[in-house]
């Protein structure tokens, strides 16, 4: 067995947690050393497989490789050296180091990658060609290196995902301001959706919402058609791989949920039903151009879920508070007795809605501090309510403080 990581963006640890729960994994209950943005498992080679393929929220999943403390140069390489980078590296294969300096003596994060570089050199007989990671590739990725140093303390994982796991491959076209396809499916699944209730999303931009919920629903794995880096490792088990992903296959539902979304821009509605057709559930959501307030919910009560504009997300300097309240008066009108879940950054602006809010998750979007707000039900008309207190509920399990996202 195997020690995993599950690395998110922090606040969303408790989601990855529920995902692991479903695949028969156990989540390590967070202790001194956790840090935010990481889930602990202890997993085999195929659990890591199917972390990989099936989890939906997670941004990479890591293998450590060992840690051992380090307070010089010279013992860093030496005991790097001893761990087994031949699982992991085959010949040729280029490296790119991730490294992370706290609290220790060896402090210079170029100089701990460049002693790393040496003792995987010591450890295979030939240096490995160091590289820069291109962010933007899908494809031809080097073999990503995470190392932090903590109190002298070092610990040294491998990635095993490659591109990050937000990149599901159907994504091609993007409105502006895209929302990641990890987050997208974090507020669906945040939001308790019953999948044999409506969901709707008023704003849906390049659609990622409502792709993920009809990927979630119709249990298509998001990793299904995209390539790994545990693909290029010398000990990767194709069969085991062909095997996992013909079970998937398998699993998948057919379409019964009813999915509706809609933006009043008509190039995000063609970028929205042209990456609904690449991740195969074209046939899953109903898309459409149209402004908020001519939006048209079924009788049904379901989920409005949402991420609106907020803060400096956008350029342009609307008045947003008029659009929270129309969005307020909209929903009052139309969507009485539904569940709302949408992002936002601000308190102010949930106000601006006039429904009752409540506080959950507090995580990051495109460097913005944002918090996942929900109205349990839609009263028949909004009103002006006091201010919802900006302390969330006690956080659930694996949810830690916020913090810069670290790896092992």
């Not at 180091?97 to 450890?123: P, W």
């Not at 010398?234 to 009813?258: H, Q, V």
């Not at 991740?279 to 307030?293: C, I, N, T, Y």
Request: aromatic share 6%.
């Amino acid at each position: 067995m195997e020690t995993l990581f599950a690395v998110c963006v922090p606040g969303l640890e408790f989601l990855i947690g529920r995902e692991l729960e479903g695949l028969g994994l156990s989540p390590s209950a967070p202790g001194p050393g956790s840090q935010a943005g990481e889930v602990e498992f202890q997993g085999s080679l195929q659990d890591l497989y199917r972390a990989n393929l099936h989890l939906r929220c997670a941004d990479r999943v890591l293998v450590r490789l060992g840690q051992f403390y380090a307070s010089a140069f010279p013992e860093l390489r030496r005991k790097a050296g001893r761990l087994p980078w031949e699982k992991y590296l085959g010949p040729g294969r280029p490296v790119a180091f991730r490294v992370d300096c706290r609290t220790s003596r060896l402090y210079h994060e170029g100089a701990v990658a460049e002693r790393l570089a040496g003792a995987i050199a010591d450890r295979l007989g030939t240096p490995p060609a160091v590289v820069k990671v291109q962010e933007s590739a899908d494809t031809d990725l080097p073999q990503l290196i995470f190392a932090r140093l903590e109190n002298n303390l070092c610990a040294i994982g491998v990635d095993s995902s490659g591109a990050p796991m937000h990149r599901r491959g159907y994504r091609l076209v993007s409105a502006k301001a895209p929302l990641r396809e990890t987050l997208a499916c974090a507020i669906v699944m945040a939001s308790e959706w019953d999948a044999a209730s409506p969901l709707l999303d008023p704003f849906c931009g390049s659609g990622t919402i409502a792709i993920e919920a009809a990927l979630l629903a119709r249990k298509i794995p998001p990793g299904l058609s995209r390539p790994f880096a545990f693909m290029r490792w010398p000990g990767f088990n194709s069969g085991s791989w062909e095997a996992l992903l013909a079970d998937a296959r398998k699993g998948i539902a057919p379409t019964t949920s009813k999915i509706m979304a809609s933006d009043r821009d008509a190039g995000a509605i063609l970028a929205a039903e042209s990456n609904a057709a690449r991740a195969g559930v074209a046939e899953s959501v109903e898309f459409s151009r149209k402004a908020v307030s001519a939006i048209e919910p079924p009788p049904v009560p379901g989920w409005v879920v949402t991420n609106p504009p907020y803060g400096v997300r956008l350029s342009k300097s609307n008045d947003l508070r008029n659009l929270y309240a129309q969005l307020g008066k909209i929903l009052a009108a139309k969507c009485a007795g539904w569940r709302v879940t949408m992002l936002c950054n601000t308190m102010q602006l949930i106000r601006s809605t006039g429904l009752r809010f409540e506080p959950g998750v507090s995580t990051m979007n495109g460097g913005l501090r944002v918090r996942l707000w929900t109205c349990p039900h839609v009263s028949g008309r909004s009103r002006r309510h006091p201010a919802a207190k900006m302390t969330p509920p006690a956080p659930p399990s694996f949810s830690r403080a916020d913090s810069r996202s670290n790896v092992q």
